[in-house]
């Protein structure tokens, strides 16, 4: 049977079936940052299957634990097989797919990516009452909302200038989760200085014309200089050698929220600390 009969085979079969119940009992996701919330506050026997990127280690704080859940690469007649009763999808995810679950009266929720804490912490909630555990949710919530408050600086602390600067020069700008984590922590995120709002690339020879105070950059990968540490070698910056500084911060923890807030908060408290040391 080749795809296209698959599908119109299971559209009929699901179209036929009894009334999906009321209790969700298999959940697939098709997103990596709903992956990270849901195997939070799910039972493990709800969870029928997880997105791949889950489980890919350099953007995912999932990946070893997700080893252990099916994985769905995103196609209808895939996402199908595993007889969900609830598939959580976002913006990113294919929209065929999407289309197909809706006119088999698969239940589906749409997730917009989070521009602010608040929103992050309003996909929290709603995964954990989805899946009927709402109590979850509002622990996770807390544990979240605890680790912001640790990450606050002193009152009379100055904001330390930084950019995040990862693998081809991907940057974060006003707008986002992470720009909020960033003053959250205690930076002044100067992604605006090269001119970048949202999400984009910021090319090495601006950085170089105008350097940061602090690169927040990518983990080390052997054979594999980060842009960040091609900066901080260009000779056009001997002139300023010591006065800017690279601290880490890992790229997994850049493209979610929800519990890997707690992580970064952590990570940026970390780095602040040691720029705070750093002799003007």
Known sequence: MNKRS????????????????AEVRRVVSLNPCLDVILVNVADREQIAAL???????????????????????????????????????????????RNALRRVEIKTELFSEPKSIEESLAHVRRIAELVG?????????????????????APTAAPVPALIYQRNGFSTGGGTLVDEMLHTAGFDN????????????????????????????????????????????HPALRN????????????????CGGPVLIEAARALVAARRQAEEMTP
């Open 240 to 255: 300023i050698e010591g006065r800017m500084k690279r601290f880490t911060f890992p790229d997994r923890l850049i493209y």
């Open 6 to 21: 698959f599908i119109a085979a299971a559209l009929v079969a699901f179209a036929f079936a009894a009334p999906a119940r």
């Open 133 to 153: 555990h709402a109590e979850r949710g509002e622990e996770l919530i807390t544990r979240i909302q605890i680790a912001l408050k640790d990450a606050a600086p």
């Open 51 to 97: 997105s791949h990127f889950s489980r890919d280690t350099s953007s995912s704080t999932i990946a070893e634990l997700s080893k252990s859940f099916p994985i769905t690469y995103e196609s209808a007649e895939e996402v199908l097989s595993f007889a969900p009763d609830l598939v959580l999808t976002s913006r990113h995810s294919s929209l065929g797919t």
């Open 190 to 233: 100067v992604a605006s200085r090269y001119g970048l709002s949202g999400w984009g690339n910021i090319s090495l020879e601006l950085v170089v014309a105008n350097p940061p105070r602090i690169i927040l950059a990518g983990e080390d990968v052997p054979g594999m200089p980060t842009w960040a540490d091609r900066v901080l070698r």
